[in-house]
């Protein structure tokens, strides 16, 4: 299997004031290991290998907060 996820995700806020956006959108490629787990490949490196497409995700995104995804086959 590989298809392609977008995102939504809240990037890290360096400042202490949260006048600015911090929400960004990426694309990333999602793969299906030789075990039947799901990791995901992008901009932002490689993932680590989870159960479902959601968990790799927000494993992918390393501690930014995933608002919304979409997968298209």
Known sequence: MKTQV???????????????DTRKHGIAEVREDSAGGF???????CGKTRNNVSEALTA?????????HRIYD
């Open 6 to 20: 977008t995102f939504d995700y809240e990037d890290f806020n360096t400042s202490t004031r949260r006048d600015t």
């Open 39 to 45: 990791y995901i490949y992008g901009d932002m490196g």
């Open 60 to 68: 992918y995104l390393g501690g930014r907060r995933l608002l919304a």
